[in-house]
């Protein structure tokens, strides 16, 4: 049973951190590109950050600088270290392939106040 499981979200202050993780199960997991993605209300869901089974890594220009994506194959975990977190930040964040090739999790919301 295939399962995408995000945490580490919360309600942090402008210029705070946050580091989310992602546990996944019943993939593959180590041959995939993975990604972070995040959707603000009203707003498409958006890939915010990437990284292939090699540790290439590629950003949103919206993150660049201030967001890490990272990967642990033998955990099957992603990781996403946010700093500097911005209000415009605030959304709920999934993890998925690069492709969203399996079910949504539920997420993790991330609030940031001004």
């Known amino acids: 049973q295939v399962q995408l499981v995000e945490s580490g979200g919360g309600l942090v202050q402008a210029g705070g951190s946050l580091r989310l993780s992602c546990a996944a199960s019943g993939i593959i997991f180590r041959f995939n590109v993975w990604g972070w993605y995040r959707q603000a209300p009203g707003k498409q869901r958006e890939l915010v950050a990437a990284?292939?089974?090699?540790?290439?890594?590629n950003y949103a220009d919206s993150v660049k600088g201030r967001f890490t994506i990272s990967r642990d194959n033998a955990k099957r975990a992603v990781y996403l270290q946010m700093n500097s977190l911005k209000p415009e930040d605030t959304a709920v964040y999934y993890c998925?392939?690069?492709?969203?090739?399996?079910?949504w999790g539920q997420g993790t919301q991330v609030t940031v106040s001004s």
């Open positions: 990284i292939t089974s090699g540790g290439s890594t």
């Open positions: 998925n392939t690069a492709s969203s090739s399996y079910p």
